[in-house]
Nanobody
Framework: QVQLVESGGGLVQPGGSLRLSCAAS????????IGWYRQASGKQRELVAV???????NYADSVKGRFTISRDNAKNTVYLQMNSLKPEDTAVYYC???????????????WGQGTQVTVSS
């Protein structure tokens, strides 16, 4: 069983930065692919970024060049550095994990509780 706990959300002005963290329990963290999904009010869930167990990364077009996903296997933690934030980035951000590949319509079985990110002046 894997438990995921997100932190780091909050209110930020447009153009600002936030770093989200996803801390995982369990001994299989290094074997997991980890993704960040987000869901804005009234909209469908969107896959934002993925980092595989080998360290490869992939991003949604809407965040390329602004967001960076990384992982620290020694700390069982994945990070999402978000720069140049826009109001359209406002959403609840969820950490997700699985040993299998993650996709926009195929998230893994493990979810965190979510953390709210609000970008507003």
């Amino acid at each position: 069983q894997v438990q995921l706990v997100e932190s780091g959300g909050g209110l930020v002005q447009p153009g600002g930065s936030l770093r989200l963290s996803c801390a995982a329990s369990g001994s299989i963290f290094r074997l997991l692919n980890i993704g960040w999904y987000r869901q804005a009010s009234g909209k469908q869930r969107e896959l934002v970024a993925v980092i595989t167990r080998s360290g490869s990364t992939n991003y949604a077009d809407s965040v390329k060049g602004r967001f960076t996903i990384s992982r620290d296997n020694a700390k069982n933690t994945v990070y999402l550095q978000m720069n140049s934030l826009k109001p359209e980035d406002t959403a609840v951000y969820y950490c997700n994990a699985a040993p299998s590949p993650l996709g926009a319509s195929s998230p893994g079985r493990y979810w965190g509780q979510g953390t709210q990110v609000t970008v507003s002046s």
